[in-house]
């Protein structure tokens, strides 16, 4: 199949801005790959870009002002789509021009070998299959086709999701319960550090469960966006309506690095007490969700230790 490139209902303004985001996407990647020995980079490719969800529907009353431009970037070689390091240098890029008003959206950029789509295609893997069906080429190659999606049976989709839900929800589960231990032993980094993994797992669990996909990324921000596009409930979890609200789910948000490489992190006994019950109620959200999608019993709330 091929992907679909109508982009007429885009308003002119945006449709202008996604040709510059293209731009300079081609730009640093063509600058990243200049002069490299290795094959996978010396011949890699880009062979599509394509938006998705939001802004390639057509409902543009449902899509909120300066929602994030969602773009999938299929390249030629799986080592190419696994070089986070290479592909590092495109999206600071891209942040730069968002952050110094050269273009208007920030940038949500996935990227994956074609052999990668078509395989998870064939699968009928929800993620994919939505993009090759709804999403809007921006680019494509020459005599680029893909695997004609395959609808997963209703089954087997319970099955999958319940066995990624197996693990990213135990794994978020012990990372609470180690925050919940290291808050009461008055370690309050190594409890932030691991309040943001539960979070991390909690989001990545919504996601893998209901689409068997998430992104490849730590950063929570760009997590909890995604995880909420999906499911709206979950921004019950995080409010950031107050300076206080904000601040508290940054210092998570900044714990993965600043305390695994920093000597000066800081965060308040209110700020952590505050950030472990909205994780407390990220966590239960999710599984309540994931119970009812998946036919799950939601796990009872005296399985997780308490801060004294």
């Known amino acids: ?46 062979l599509a870009l394509v938006l998705h969800r939001p802004h390639a529907g057509t409902d543009w009353g449902e899509v909120a002002p300066g929602e994030a431009f969602r773009l999938l970037v299929i390249v030629n070689y799986p080592r190419l789509a696994r070089s986070d390091r290479d592909w590092r240098h495109v999206r600071d890029r891209l942040r730069r021009a968002w952050e110094l008003g050269e273009i208007t959206h920030q940038v949500r950029l996935d990227v994956e070998s074609l052999e990668r789509i078509n395989a998870a295609l064939a699968e009928g893997v929800p993620h994919f299959v939505s993009i090759a069906s709804q999403g809007i080429a921006l680019y494509q190659s020459e005599g680029l086709r893909l695997q004609s999606p395959h609808r997963m049976p209703a089954p087997d989709r319970i ?10 929800y135990a794994r978020a589960t012990d990372f609470l319960n180690g925050a919940a231990f290291y808050q009461w032993q008055g370690n309050a980094p190594m409890a932030a550090l691991l309040l943001h993994q539960a979070c991390e797992h909690s989001y990545q669990c919504i996601l893998w469960s209901l689409t068997l996909h998430g992104p490849r990324t730590h950063a929570l921000d760009e997590l909890r966006e995604s995880a909420e596009m999906l ?21 998570i948000r900044r714990a993965y690095v600043e305390v695994r490489y920093g000597r000066r992190y800081r965060i308040s006994r209110e700020e952590l007490a505050w950030a472990m019950d909205r994780t407390r109620t990220l966590h239960a959200l999710v599984a309540a969700h994931c119970g009812a999608e998946l036919e799950l019993p939601t796990p009872a709330s005296d399985e997780l230790c308490r801060a004294s």
């Open 231 to 251: 499911v709206g409930r979950l921004r019950e979890a995080w409010p950031r309506e107050t300076p206080f609200e904000r601040r508290a789910f940054g210092c």
């Open 1 to 46: 199949m091929m992907l679909r490139a109508d982009a007429d209902h885009i308003p002119a303004p945006v449709h202008k801005e996604l040709l510059r985001v293209a731009t300079i996407l081609f730009e640093e990647f063509e600058e990243t790959t200049k002069g490299r020995c290795s094959k996978h980079l010396r011949a890699g490719r880009v």
């Open 159 to 168: 099955a999958a999701g319940r066995a990624e839900y197996a693990h990213w």
